[in-house]
């Protein structure tokens, strides 16, 4: 945390929280002096070692309840808090096509629904379409307990919309975003300036990441040798996945940190491309 940050006031920032299965992350941005002041990422396997539940499985609303008791400041009042859930499902529906009552047929369309898993929806102003989503009830139901209900958007969503913001007067030609995440990668291909592909993909070595993303320009008819390819997310330069992809793509970059707000010194010691969801959730317009 930015020493500026004081726990007691947060009256005059923004909280967004993006949660996963086995992580939180949290970032907080002090809306007066324009700027990010903290960026906390929390494993459940850690909070599993640090408790009196040590060597045993920890359940989801345990992962949350400590989390929230050893920070305080989560659970503080915020001018603005933003939520989103990073799960591995979702799909887009095209907005003329979509009707509210349907969302269950479309999403049972590409998936099966697991337990008790309901499904939500947003809506991509931008792209002119919704994103649907599930998540499992006994997660859903966690959250709750820590914010209000049903504001909670599909971390994908903030991906989009961001790329969108940052990018729409710079993508005059087809480009490909690779977006890596723990154990899973999301590809997003805008042509022009309009996405024309979105998918998520599980992955366990970084050949599978490569295979995947050939596997889909090839489908698409791009040519890896011409198609710029922009990296986001858990990624770094000299990272073995990053060496492998310059064997398949000619054009590889690191996508850029938003620069209409600041960072804190900490922070900006951070490659621009991490957390990149995170830092664009305020101004994603989500």
Excluded at 27 to 38: A, P, Q, T
Excluded at 39 to 60: C, F, H, M, N, P
Excluded at 125 to 143: C, E, K, V, W
Excluded at 185 to 196: E, N, T
Aim: glycine residues 6%.
């Amino acid at each position: 945390m930015d020493n500026v940050f004081n726990p007691k006031d947060t009256g005059d920032c923004g909280l967004s929280v993006i949660f996963s299965d086995n992580h939180l992350t949290y970032c907080i941005l002090d809306f007066k002096r324009n700027r990010f002041v903290g960026l906390q990422q929390l494993l459940k396997t850690d909070v599993r070692q640090i408790t009196s539940l040590a060597g045993r499985e920890i359940s989801y609303p345990d992962f949350l309840e400590s989390v929230f008791d050893s920070i305080p400041w989560l659970a503080a009042s915020y001018r603005q808090t933003r939520v989103a859930w990073e799960g591995s499902k979702s799909t887009l529906v095209p907005a003329p096509l979509f009707l509210p009552g349907e969302k269950e047929k479309y999403f049972a369309f590409n998936f099966g629904k697991e337990g008790e898993e309901e499904v939500f929806c947003d809506h991509l102003l931008s792209m002119d379409a919704y994103q649907l989503f599930t998540m499992p009830g006994y997660i859903r139901n966690a959250i709750s307990r820590y914010f209000q209900p049903g504001t909670t958007v599909h971390a994908s969503s903030i991906l989009i919309a961001s790329i969108w913001v940052n990018y729409k007067n710079r993508i005059h030609s087809p480009r490909v975003f690779l977006h890596l995440r723990n154990s899973h990668f999301d590809l997003a291909i805008f042509d022009g300036k309009q996405m024309s592909y979105f998918n998520t993909f599980a992955f366990q070595e970084p050949e599978d990441v490569a295979y995947y993303l050939v596997f889909v320009l090839e489908q698409l008819n791009f040519n890896p040798e011409t198609l710029p390819l922009v990296l986001l997310g858990n990624v770094s330069n000299g990272d073995q996945l990053v060496e492998l992809l310059f064997r398949y793509v000619r054009h590889v970059e690191f996508g850029r940190r938003n620069e209409t707000v600041k960072y804190s010194y900490m922070l900006n010691q951070l490659q621009p491309q991490a957390f990149y969801t995170l830092f664009n959730f305020f101004s994603c317009g989500l």
